[in-house]
């Protein structure tokens, strides 16, 4: 199935400077994969069961109310976007692609600054930006650069994660980091009208059931259990 991508300039161009958050902001962490560009099999079906059961159009356990639909998706990387990419299709819309893509050529510490510099491009968007006020948007982003302790020891006079950019901290309950192996999870985010400050925070589990048995549904900080025969990278080389 082909990704729609769109770049961030075809809404970036209508952010202000004014106060125009979404009401809600759907996060979720890339799936599994089998290297940094792409997912393996498992995370490709984690794509396909999100699809059905969570974000797509008329799914089972839609994250969306009745009528509602999502104004965008967002993502950061090609694996991101590929776990998108069936939710996305369903509701014939684009992935608003914010791109950092590991190059061969590119070492690890570039290739962090280039996501810490589209991580905070993607969240002043999505808080001033008039085509998302007052709806839903979905953020499929890199764990680290959703929360993690580690990074933001590591840039501490700048804000690299989402979690430091939507001013989670003064919510009780979000996690200070996304652990590496868990992909099993929603970060919900409610903003009040006419403000970009989030006023609730609620964490919701991924679970398939029987249709997507081999997906797993792991409560959160507990590893996958996935070893190398699954063709998913191990938590040691992410």
Known sequence: MSIRLAAAAVIAAFATAASAAPSRIIILAQGESADPWKLCEIGE???????LTY???????????KGEEPAFFFAVTPRTAALASPSVVSW????????????????DE???KALNQQTREAANNVLTNPAVKGKTVVMVWENEHIASEALVAKFENKAVTLRQ???????????KTWPGETHDYFWILEFPENSNVPVKFSMMKQEFGASFPRVPANDWDTPDGLDAASGCQPKASE
């Open 110 to 112: 570039d290739f962090i």
């Open 55 to 65: 974000l797509g159009h008329d799914a089972v356990k839609s994250l969306f109310a």
């Open 165 to 175: 950019l939507f001013k989670l901290d003064i919510l009780p309950g979000v996690p």
């Open 45 to 51: 079906q984690r794509a396909e069961a999100l699809a």
């Open 92 to 107: 014939n819309k684009p992935v608003i692609f914010y791109s950092a893509t590991p190059q061969t050529s590119q070492s």
